[in-house]
Structures are given as structure tokens and as C-alpha cells.
């Protein structure tokens, strides 16, 4: 019995004295502050449970112009929220129908820490390319982003305004404004209405 208990607190320090043989270093002060910085960094903060805030169902109803003067397009879609990546994005999937074609559409909205703005990103099955836009918010309690479609007919790039606004009820409103020969016009609005 003694031999046992010998023999198995002879394994525990040998195993004990290969584990410490294999611990990482001690780190520099540089190395400690680059980790600290990469920590933060990737570290979902107040931004990203401000996002976490619009998961839920919708229903949208959405208005599209266009160009400047023209009637609008009125489409009814829904959308599915939640977030992703342990709380870094807010992903979404809009399905329905536009101009009597299925739609689907994907973006996906953050907030980097580094550069201290929100990004969205939008991708359709109406078209091959990707939209990426920046915002901050505004004065108003809006979040207002900027970014540049491509002019399917030229392929140029387009400015854009998207101006977001988050109702009480858990509703939102959204307008997108384009500028077409340096006027700008308001080319796209859609209410989501929490299901």
C-alpha cells in the first residue's frame, strides 16, 4: 500500500516538474501591452449591446425610387435578427418579393473598436456585388452611415446616405439617400415593425 501511495506521488511531481518545463515565458512589458491592445480590441463592448438590442423578427415595408420624381415601389418583406461571432455582429435575412421576383438579403452590421465606428454590409440575390458602408451617431440619436453603391448600368460609384432611427417600441426607420448628377434624393425608406 505504501508503495502505491509513493509511486503515485512520484508520478504527480514528475508530471508537475514536465508542465513546468513546458509554460509559456514571462512576457515583456511590450508584448503584455501588444496582448492588452489585442484584447481590447476584440472584446465586444456597449456599441455591440446596442446592436444585440434589434434582435427579434420584423416585418418591413419598404419604399424604392428609381431616380429623382419617380413613383415609389412598395414592398412588404420580413427579416430575422441575431447576433453572431459571440456578440460581435449583427446579422439579418430579409426574404419576400420585389417587382413580383424572390428576394433575399443578407447584411451584417459591427462596430470596430479600433476605428471606433460602425460598419454594415449589404449583399442581394438582384445583384453580384457587395455594399460597405461607415456611421457614427448623430446628434439626434440617429445612426447615420456613408457609404458608395455601384451604378449598375456605368459601374460607377454612387454616395450614399443611410440614416437610422430607433423608435421606443423597438420599431426603426431607415431612409437612403443618393446623389444622382450632385443632387442628392431620397432613393430608398423602410419601416421595420417588431413581430
Not at 508542465?19 to 456599441?47: I, L, V, Y
Not at 449598375?152 to 450614399?160: E, K, L, M, Q, S
Amino acid at each position: 500500500m505504501n508503495k502505491t501511495i509513493t509511486l503515485a506521488a512520484c508520478l504527480l511531481l514528475a508530471t508537475g516538474a514536465l508542465a513546468d518545463q513546458h509554460k509559456a515565458p514571462e512576457m515583456s512589458a511590450e508584448e503584455k501591452a501588444m496582448m492588452d491592445a489585442m484584447m481590447a480590441a476584440a472584446t465586444p463592448g456597449e456599441p455591440h449591446k446596442r446592436l444585440a438590442q434589434s434582435v427579434g423578427k420584423y416585418k418591413a415595408t419598404m419604399h424604392s425610387w428609381g431616380h429623382p420624381g419617380a413613383e415609389p415601389v412598395v414592398t412588404e418583406m420580413k427579416v430575422e435578427r441575431e447576433m453572431q461571432l459571440g456578440g460581435r455582429v449583427l446579422a439579418e435575412v430579409w426574404t419576400g418579393d420585389f417587382m413580383g421576383s424572390p428576394f433575399n438579403g443578407y447584411s451584417r452590421t459591427g462596430y470596430d473598436n479600433q476605428k471606433k465606428r460602425y460598419w454594415t454590409t449589404w449583399t442581394d440575390n438582384m445583384s453580384t456585388g457587395l455594399f460597405i458602408a461607415y456611421g457614427e451617431w448623430d446628434d439626434k440619436g440617429r445612426l447615420v452611415f456613408h457609404g458608395d453603391a455601384a451604378d449598375p448600368v456605368t459601374g460607377d460609384a454612387i454616395p450614399t446616405r443611410s440614416t437610422v432611427t430607433y423608435m421606443d417600441d423597438g420599431s426603426e426607420a431607415m431612409e437612403m439617400h443618393q446623389s444622382q448628377d450632385g443632387q442628392e434624393y431620397k432613393s430608398m425608406a423602410f419601416v421595420l415593425t417588431r413581430q
